[in-house]
């Protein structure tokens, strides 16, 4: 497969044959279809991040297949900052492939002070939809979502924001995220009434968080609703880069926001190092295998995946390639994590 020499300075040209091996898979009932695997730009997209390795791993990732990028508008930091390095990036590199492209953002968590910059209601959403298209330099987004649940703002209103911003062209489909199965049927029924149905849902879930088994994925294929899942590594915890210590340049030791050197623990690294032994008699990496093993489960649409370098994406695709397991290979996954 030819790769483009990402000498930041050079103009872009996306690989000829970036659609040969990514698969695709149908996202629930919709016609729409997602690469089995996404890019998220949670971390290493903010203005403290590199821009030219941010640049980077957006080319690396649309060249091996990736046509999903998954942004919020509060990731950066600061909040904001990564819709703008995205814009850039958008602008200098990806605007003649805009077509190509299903590009997401969300609001839902808090983004600007005072009562209208966070949770769920219709004055916070359209606005903050309004900013992240400006933001990232786009007339429209693919999806958006909303971002978290919220106990106190009706759901039809939330759900009427997300109609509403479909029918006024700034969103093609809508999303939600983090939301419990019950919330997610109702959340689909008044979509459904809408007129403007629930394209897909983004839970966290990888094989140390399972929440997602209980319920909500069974609602999502009664329903017709795809799944991204999202943190499928546990934020890098389910790899090898843990297995001898901290290295400096991980997020746990250079980011300390949302994963810290506390959550490794020994016993986490006795079901990794087991894990990781696993993934090798298999031909893979654990990080590869800890995508893979969502992917086996046909309801999962797309993996979610954050990299702070092209080339763990480029292993993180390779993922894709072997997503069938043994039932053996299951049962000692099982045993594992158990
Ligand atoms: N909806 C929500 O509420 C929500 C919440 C969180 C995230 N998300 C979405 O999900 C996306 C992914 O989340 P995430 O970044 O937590 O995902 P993740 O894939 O679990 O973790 C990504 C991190 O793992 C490390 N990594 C990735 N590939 C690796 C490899 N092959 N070998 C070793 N280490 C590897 C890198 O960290 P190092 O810096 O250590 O290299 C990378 O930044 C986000 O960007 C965002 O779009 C959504």
New binding site residues.
Partial sequence: MRINDHQPLLPYLAAEDRYDHMPFRKCGQSGLKLPAISL?????FGHNADFKNARSILRTGFDLGITHF???NNYGPPYGSAEETFGRIMQKDFAVYRDELIISS?AGWDMWPGPYGNFGSRKYLIASCDQSLKRMGLEYVDIFYH??PDPETPLEETMGALDHLVRQGKALYVGI??YSAADTAKAAKILKELGTPCLIH?P?Y?MFDRWVENGLLEVLEKEGIGAIA???????I??D?YLNGIPK????AKDGRYLTAKQITPEVLNKVQKLNELAKKRGQ?L?QMAIAWLLKDPRITTV??????PE?LK??VAAAQNVVFSKEELDKIQKILN
């Fill in positions: 998220g730009l949670w971390h290493n998954d942004l919020a969300k971002h978290r995220s983090q983004q966290r990888s999202f943190s499928p590594l546990e934020q890098g389910l790899s880069k340049d991980s997020r746990a990496s990080a979610l995946v954050g990299v702070s370098k763990q292993e993180n």
